[in-house]
């Protein structure tokens, strides 16, 4: 019989018990589940609701539940629907009388919401450490090419001279926003439902306040419609993943033009890159395709939370089962695309010469160039107009501005002195770039440590 089935009189069809059941996912919450049972049974005897020997009995068939579920004793069943009535339904076989108390002054509507967020607490903690783990990567190779020329892009058109240091740290700087995010998310998401019961609280004497200490929560949910009804920390958390994924598929992207013969500024590892079953020649970055690809799905689990939330009416509906599987799949394919991407960086082999090579083509010190007779006094539209005009000569004969002679630059402006070539070196060009933010290596230096620092600050344990 049903632990609900006192109101029934026939058995549920077998296609509905099936449909109805969400034991086959969330099965995955017996850890938090138990949690919360043994934090709410401290609760309900140090109120005098239950007794203390209920309390120690609760407690220990719970401990010898969770040792069997982890030692794989345990098979749960869909005839129990969830992890909950499996759990409650175990500890009843195991201690008789006194399991049966455990569900006073609670229902699965906030016994759910307390495990969710006790879960994803966890996964965010994780997924903040792979993401550091990701950005210590990226400044690892960050400080062996402060010096290394690239050329920037703009429209995916050669624009300004950088260093392959800075490229990186911009990478870096979107994944400390992602950290902060997912804190921000975590903080809100870290306080407790237990307490609220099916949605209208409780008649017993509780103390929401010790369960929601017992369980690190920072207080309980000020609200009980609201304790069982949220679900914005889900959405909040697919939303910070789909970010995180939209920055991991920009660089992705990145990556993928980068080791293509057209550009060959890196070349990945052989063990982070596939090869063609039937071109031979091929090396295929399908690290970063997959990535790129996987994408859609977060962003995809996403959109499906907020649509089927968009509609429902307070308190709990049984819709908001379906919050689970995309949270649990998008929390699973972030947990599996990060390390596996700062792998993939940590091993690439950067290709100076060719990245010197391309910022050498497509005047990227044009602009370097205007800056020189601007600082002569001429007005930088009127700098800009000369050297437009000197862009033009070059493509006309085939040269670059640094091949010009001096004749040639002054033909076009008397301005021009013999210290425009150092002023057109594209080492110049990308060491003089000294603001603040900007691909001088003294700057970038600075860039590193910052982060650095953040790494450290934001490391647990």
């Known amino acids: 019989m049903k632990l609900w089935g006192g109101r029934f009189r026939k058995e549920t069809d077998s296609l509905v018990n099936d449909f109805n059941s969400s034991i086959q996912f969330d099965c995955r919450l017996y850890r938090e589940d138990i949690e919360g049972s043994i934090a709410h049974a401290s609760m309900l005897a140090d109120c005098g609701i239950i007794s203390m020997e209920d309390k120690a009995q609760i407690i220990s068939g719970l401990s010898e539940i969770l040792a069997e579920i982890e030692a794989g004793k345990i098979e749960f069943t869909a005839d ?66 402060g010096q290394t020329v690239m050329p920037g892009y703009t429209h995916l058109q050669r624009a300004q001279p950088i260093s392959f240091a800075q490229h990186l740290l911009a990478y870096a700087e979107q994944l400390k926003r992602d950290v902060t995010r ?53 959405v909040e958390l697919l939303s910070d993943l789909s970010i995180l994924m939209m920055h991991l598929s920009r660089f992705a992207e990145e990556v993928i033009l980068w080791c293509s013969w057209e550009f060959k500024f890196i070349e990945l590892d052989d063990a982070y890159s596939t090869g063609s079953s039937i071109m031979p020649q091929k090396k295929n970055p399908d690290v970063a395709e997959l990535v790129r690809g996987k994408t859609g799905r977060i962003y995809g689990h996403l959109m499906g939370l907020l649509t089927t939330m968009k509609g429902l009416p307070l308190a709990y509906n049984k819709d908001m089962q379906e919050d689970k599987e995309p949270v649990f799949d998008a929390v699973d394919t972030v947990k599996m695309c990060l ?44 700098a800009y107009t000369t050297v437009g005009n000197l862009v033009y000569y070059c493509t006309e004969n085939g040269k670059l501005l640094e091949e010009l002679t001096l004749p040639e630059l002054q033909s076009i402006s008397p301005l021009f002195r013999e210290d425009v070539y150092e002023a057109l070196s594209l080492e110049a060009c990308m060491g003089q770039r000294r603001s603040f933010g900007g ?22 344990g």
Not at 439 to 459: D, S, V, W
């Open 339 to 382: 390390p596996v991407f700062a792998g993939m960086i940590a091993t690439m082999r950067v290709l100076p010469e060719n990245m010197r090579r391309a910022a050498g083509g497509g005047f990227i010190n044009a602009t370097d160039c205007a800056d020189y007779l601007t600082k002569k006094g001429m007005p930088f539209r009127d």
């Open 182 to 234: 997912l804190q921000d998310c975590r903080k809100r998401m870290n306080v407790c439902p237990l307490g609220s019961g099916a949605l209208a609280g409780t008649t017993y004497p509780i103390d929401r306040r010790q369960t929601a200490g017992l369980l690190g929560f920072d207080a309980p949910c000020s609200n009980s419609l609201d304790g069982v009804s949220d679900r914005d920390y889900a």
């Open 439 to 460: 691909p001088a290596p003294e700057e970038t230096g600075r860039q590193i440590e910052k982060l650095r620092q953040f790494i450290e600050e934001h490391r647990h």
């Open 80 to 145: 129990h629907e969830d992890i909950h009535m499996n759990v409650e339904a175990l500890l009843t076989e195991k201690i008789g009388e006194a399991g049966k108390r455990l569900h006073t002054a609670r229902s699965r509507n906030d016994q759910v919401a307390v495990d969710l967020r006790l879960y994803l607490r966890r996964e965010i903690d994780e997924i903040m450490e792979q993401i550091l783990d990701l950005q210590q990567a990226l400044l690892d190779q960050a400080g062996q090419h």
